[in-house]
C-alpha cells in the first residue's frame, strides 16, 4: 500500500547530508539526465503523467514545454516552496529530511528547460529549512552537481535559495515572482503568462517543491514505473499530510488513489472513544467534506467528483468534539489577514466574511444571515485577480452545505453549543429562571 519514494531515505543517519543521499543512490539521475537530450527529459516527464503537487494539478511536462526555446532571453526555474496555508506540511518535511532530493530535482529540471539559473523561494520564517538547503546547495556544488560544466557535460547552472517575504499571498506564482524581484507580492495580470513573460520578463517555469522533487525518481526508474503506481489520470506517488484528530499524525507517502479510510486506518484510526465529523482534502482552502466522503479515491477526479478539490492534500481530521462554525471563521480571519489588497472582491469580501462570521457564531443574527454569507461568497468566487478569494469561500458555502442545522443551532443557543464555557452559562441561565 505505502511506496516510499519521495520519503525513502527519511529514516536514514544524517539524511539530509550528502554522503547519506549519495549511498540512497542519490545523482544517480542527474547523471542518466544529462546524457539524455533536454527535449527528451521533457518527454519522459510528460508521458509519466506527473501531475503538479501544488494545488492545481497541472500536467508537469506539459507546463515545461510552454517554454519558447527560440526566446533568446534566459530561461529560469523557479521552486515554489512558499508553503503557509493551514494544514499544509509536505513540502518543509520534505525538505527539512532530504534537501538533495530537491535539489537534484532542481538540476534536472533546469537542464530540461535549458535555464542556467535556478531558485528556490523559501518562505521567511522557516529559518531552519533555509539553512538547510543553502547547506545541501553548497554540498552540491562542491561535489560537481551546481556549477559550470556539471559533470562534463557542458551544461550550467546556479541555484539560489532565496528567503521569502512571510506572506501567504506569495504562494501565488505570480505574486512570488514579483516577490523575487524585489517588489510587493501581489498576482499579476495573466497573460503574458510566465512560460513567456516570468521572472524579469524571461520565460520561467514555477513548480512545487514536491513536483520538483519527484523527478528525480521518474528519470531514474522511468515513466512507466511511475505511471504504475496512482490512477489512470492521477499517476504516481505523493504525500499526504494526515494532521487533527488522529492516533498518529504525520507525512504517509502513498499512490494517489489511495482513500482515507485506509490512511486514518494506517494513521491508528481517530482519536479514541471519537468519531470523524469533517475533514479537509487539500487545506483550508478546499470544500469540506465529511464522514460519507471516507471512500472517495484520493486523487484529482475522485475528490472532484465529490465536490472538493485535491489541492496539497492536507487531511485536516476533524472529531464530533469541534464547532464547524468557529474552524471556518479561524480560517476566514487567516484570509482576511493574508489578503494582498490588490483586488477589491478579496479585499473588501474577506473583511465583510469575518464580520458575518463573528456575529454568527456568537449567536447573534437571524438565518437570512445565512444567506447573506452565502450571496457575499457567491459574488467574490471568480471575480478576483488570483485564488485566495476563491479559497476564502470554499470552507464557507461548503461548511453550510453540510452542516445548516449546526449554524442554526447557534442562534437557538444564544451562542457556540460546542463551548463548555458557554454551555455552563446557559445551564446557569436556565436554571435561574
Not at 528519470?219 to 492521477?234: A, H, L, Q, V, Y
Request: hydrophobic share 40%; charged share 20%; aromatic share 8%.
Amino acid at each position: 500500500m505505502l511506496t516510499p519514494v519521495l520519503s525513502d531515505n527519511w529514516d536514514q543517519i544524517r539524511a539530509w547530508q550528502l554522503s547519506s543521499y549519495q549511498r540512497s543512490g542519490g545523482y544517480d539521475a542527474l547523471q542518466t539526465a544529462l546524457r539524455m537530450q533536454p527535449a527528451d527529459v521533457v518527454t519522459a516527464v510528460k508521458d509519466s503523467g506527473l501531475r503538479g503537487r501544488g494545488g492545481a494539478g497541472f500536467p508537469t511536462g506539459m507546463k515545461w514545454s510552454f517554454i519558447p526555446q527560440d526566446n533568446p532571453k534566459p530561461k529560469y526555474l523557479v521552486v515554489n516552496a512558499d508553503e503557509s496555508e493551514p494544514g499544509t506540511c509536505k513540502d518543509i518535511p520534505l525538505m527539512m529530511a532530504s534537501p538533495h532530493t530537491l535539489v537534484e530535482g532542481v538540476i534536472i529540471s533546469s537542464y530540461a528547460i535549458r535555464a542556467s539559473t535556478a531558485f528556490i523561494y523559501v518562505r521567511g520564517e522557516v529559518l531552519h529549512v533555509v539553512r538547510r538547503l543553502q547547506q545541501a546547495v553548497e554540498e552540491a556544488k562542491a561535489a560537481g552537481f551546481i556549477g559550470t560544466n556539471i559533470l562534463g557535460s557542458g551544461y550550467d547552472l546556479d541555484v539560489i535559495v532565496h528567503a521569502g517575504a512571510g506572506a501567504y499571498i506569495c504562494g501565488e506564482e505570480t505574486a512570488l515572482l514579483d516577490s523575487l524581484e524585489g517588489r510587493r507580492g501581489q498576482p499579476r495580470l495573466r497573460p503574458p503568462f510566465p512560460a513567456v513573460a516570468g521572472l524579469y520578463g524571461c520565460p520561467t517555469v514555477i513548480n512545487n517543491v514536491e513536483s520538483i522533487a519527484s523527478v528525480p525518481a521518474i528519470i531514474k526508474n522511468g515513466p512507466d514505473w511511475f505511471g504504475t503506481m496512482g490512477t489512470e489520470k492521477s499517476k504516481g506517488m505523493t504525500l499526504y499530510s494526515l494532521s487533527g484528530h488522529v492516533t498518529r499524525p504525520g507525512q504517509y507517502e502513498a499512490p494517489l488513489g489511495i482513500t482515507l479510510r485506509e490512511l486514518i486506518d494506517l494513521a491508528g484510526g481517530v482519536r479514541e472513544g471519537h468519531q470523524l465529523k469533517f475533514w479537509t482534502p487539500g487545506g483550508s482552502s478546499t470544500p469540506l467534506l465529511t464522514a460519507e466522503h471516507l471512500d472517495v479515491p484520493l486523487d484529482y477526479e475522485g475528490v472532484g467528483a465529490a465536490g472538493s478539490m485535491l489541492g496539497t492534500k492536507a487531511l485536516q481530521i476533524f472529531d464530533e468534539t469541534v464547532c464547524v462554525v468557529r474552524s471556518v471563521l479561524r480560517w476566514t480571519e487567516f484570509y482576511k489577514h493574508e489578503s494582498c489588497g490588490k483586488c477589491t472582491p478579496c479585499r473588501e469580501g474577506t473583511w465583510w466574511l469575518v464580520q458575518i462570521l463573528e456575529r454568527l457564531e456568537k449567536g447573534q443574527g437571524s438565518e437570512a444571515d445565512l444567506e447573506t454569507l452565502l450571496d457575499l461568497s457567491e459574488n467574490i468566487t471568480g471575480r478576483s485577480f488570483c485564488a485566495l478569494a476563491d479559497g476564502a469561500t470554499a470552507p464557507i458555502t461548503s461548511s453550510i452545505q453540510h452542516f445548516k442545522d449546526e449554524y442554526l443551532a447557534h442562534f437557538t443557543h444564544g451562542g457556540c453549543p460546542f463551548d463548555p464555557m458557554a454551555s455552563t452559562v446557559f445551564a446557569t441561565a436556565g436554571a435561574s429562571a
